[in-house]
């Protein structure tokens, strides 16, 4: 698979590099994982002055023909020849030929921008770090060096896939920066890959030869890199690709961040949203062909709960039509809300924790949220990660496959695989990132995921293994098993003309009938031989749904024997033993 730098003709690290080495002039205001906070919008900025450098006067000119319009954007995005404009006289090279006056023109330079730049410039609170930068001196030497010739980012020089790269390398050095307080907005791109991969897996030959015209949702996009990541493949398979991304945020600073690459990338930043996804949905009656999104996990929902109800309450119409989790974890929220978006045949990868596999009773929302993928048929895989592959946790977590449409082959059933041994060591950890999911470690998963077989798949020592399940194996019946009552004479407490018999409610007990199988014959084989009175309340059945995937990858490994116990605590015993003799044997030469 091509790298992502080796795709330009610009060298697009270098360039990145040297537009981040300008963090130098901030390092005794800023500390590290600040500097995003000035080096992005100022990319951002220089970017969009040096596009709009050949069709300045002209959009001045034709400022001055429509400013008493009521809608004069039209007017001046066709001036500009771009979807953003700036009607201010200042530009980067006029606002270095007057330090003395740099705060004020450069905020009459902002001002002068269009109202979808301005927006951005507002998430990123960027007014308080011109505050911060002009009140240390440091403004007027930010804004310099971005105007040096090396720091030009014309369209002339560089393209909007060029430049897109270069942002997206610039977002990489900001996320590591934060270090382990990444992983609330950012997602390793060694992961994205993999994901995006397993969705385009069955139908990259029909995407190649039909052509790509896609469109790609997240949910909770944080910066982008997965609406980014997932363009991306798309166009490595159809360099015409059209691919039209959208996206919902609720964190202004990652919001702006993504506004600011999509207007880069050429794309339509009006679909990149802010708002909460689970009460402020920006994206109502849209459905997209793809899904990808890493939502956030043990996360109450507590604020959204009033929206989440009332929308619960409109059944198959809303969003959340099943019963919904508890209140301290809405991550499966973001299922039900990918679910309802997803086209007749669309794809969804989504990440979770452990807790959505196995979390709830039966009829529990939990349950009910599994009760309602695996019975509609649209649960396809679940994939499970290494430990420490992710910025801010340790934890093992899954990839969700999840199709409207699945392939004839997989209707009915369920794959897991077990990719956790799929990494190798980092030469340095980024927070609690200990671990990559490697070029060949991807390979090696897609394949699994691609041939569908119980198989196991080997790479350097490391086995991947893959299992197939018929949708119902998740399934069970939660049986109520009573006990009769007795007296002190030891006879059955009975009640009622039919003389059925009182339970017993500390001896009541309970069972997970597998759906496959009938519940009476499981009764007489597993309870009655020990308890012959025992009777099933089958007015308390209950059906519930979990995926114990630990258990289904179990591997016995036998304790070692008795015998190879004593012999190491025999060799451990005279290891002691002569160093002790060795210590007072020095000691009695010492005092002798």
């Not at 066709?78 to 700036?86: D, I, M, Q, R, W």
């Not at 015998?563 to 020095?586: G, K, Q, T, Y």
Request: a negative charge; aromatic letters at 10%.
């Amino acid at each position: 698979m091509t790298e992502l730098h080796n795709q330009t003709t610009t060298n697009i690290q270098e360039k990145s590099a040297l537009i981040w080495g300008i963090a130098d002039l901030i390092r005794d205001y800023y500390k590290p994982h600040e500097y995003g906070k000035v080096i992005l919008p100022f990319c951002v900025l220089k970017r969009f002055n040096d596009c709009l450098i050949p069709t300045k006067e002209k959009v001045l000119e034709t400022y001055e023909n429509v400013k008493e319009f009521e809608v004069k954007d039209m007017f001046l995005e066709t001036a500009a020849g771009y979807s953003f404009y700036n009607i201010s006289n200042y530009d980067f090279e006029k606002l270095v030929a007057d330090p003395t006056h740099i705060e004020d023109n450069f905020r009459d330079y902002l001002n002068g921008f269009s109202e979808n730049v301005q927006e951005i410039l507002e998430n990123y609170d960027f007014d308080n770090e011109i505050r911060k930068l002009a009140n240390g001196g440091l403004l007027f030497l930010v804004v310099e060096a971005f105007n040096k010739p090396s720091a030009y980012m014309g369209a002339d020089k560089i393209s909007s896939v060029d430049m897109g790269y270069i942002f997206e390398d610039l977002i990489k050095r900001f996320s590591e920066s934060y270090d382990e307080q990444a992983g609330a907005h950012f997602t390793s791109r060694d992961i994205i890959y993999l994901m995006t991969d397993l969705l385009i897996a069955e139908e990259k030959d029909a995407l190649i030869e039909d052509g790509v015209a896609k469109t790609v949702y997240d949910m909770t996009m944080g910066t982008s890199q997965m609406l980014t990541c997932m363009t991306e493949r798309l166009q490595e398979l159809d360099a015409e690709a059209d691919v039209r991304t959208f996206g919902q945020e609720l964190n202004p600073e990652t919001y702006a961040i993504a506004k600011s690459s999509a207007l880069i990338h050429g794309q339509d930043a009006g679909n990149m949203r802010k708002g909460n996804t689970l009460s402020e949905d920006q994206f109502p009656n849209y459905t997209f062909d793809y899904i990808i999104s890493n939502p956030p996990f043990g996360i109450d929902y507590k604020r959204e709960k009033l929206a989440v109800e009332k929308e619960h309450e409109l059944g198959d119409t809303g969003r959340f039509p099943t019963k919904l989790p508890k209140i301290s974890d809405g991550q499966m929220l973001f299922d039900l809300n990918g679910i309802a978006k997803l086209k007749s045949d669309g794809r969804m990868a989504i990440i979770h924790n452990g807790s959505p596999l196995f979390s709830g009773a039966a009829e529990s929302g939990e349950s009910e949220i599994r009760r309602y993928m695996l019975e509609n048929d649209w649960l396809e895989a679940i994939v499970q990660l290494s430990t420490d592959v992710f910025y801010n946790t340790g934890i093992t977590t899954y990839i969700y496959i999840i199709s409207k449409n699945k392939p004839e082959h997989r209707e009915g059933k369920v794959q897991l695989i077990d990719a956790s041994k799929m990494v190798e060591s980092r030469r340095k950890s980024l927070g609690n990132k200990r671990y990559d999911i490697t070029d060949a470690d991807r390979e090696i998963i897609v394949k699994a995921y691609g041939e569908f077989k119980n198989s196991t798949y080997e790479l350097n020592g490391k086995v991947c293994e893959s299992k197939i399940f018929n949708n119902e194996d998740f399934g069970f019946n939660r049986i109520q098993i009573e006990t009769p009552t007795y007296d002190e004479n030891g006879d059955i407490v009975t009640k009622g003309k039919t003389n059925k018999p009182v339970p017993d409610t500390s001896k009541r007990d309970y069972e997970n009938v597998p759906l496959v199988e009938d519940i009476d014959s499981y009764f007489n084989r597993e309870v009655k031989p020990y308890n012959n009175d025992a009777w099933i309340d089958k007015s308390k059945t209950k059906v519930g749904y979990e995926i114990p995937f630990t258990r289904h990858f179990y591997k016995y490994e036998a304790p070692e024997s008795s015998d190879v116990i004593a012999e190491r605590i025999r060799i451990n015993e005279r290891e002691i033993m002569e160093s002790l003799e060795r210590l007072f044997s020095e000691g009695a030469l010492q005092n002798a």
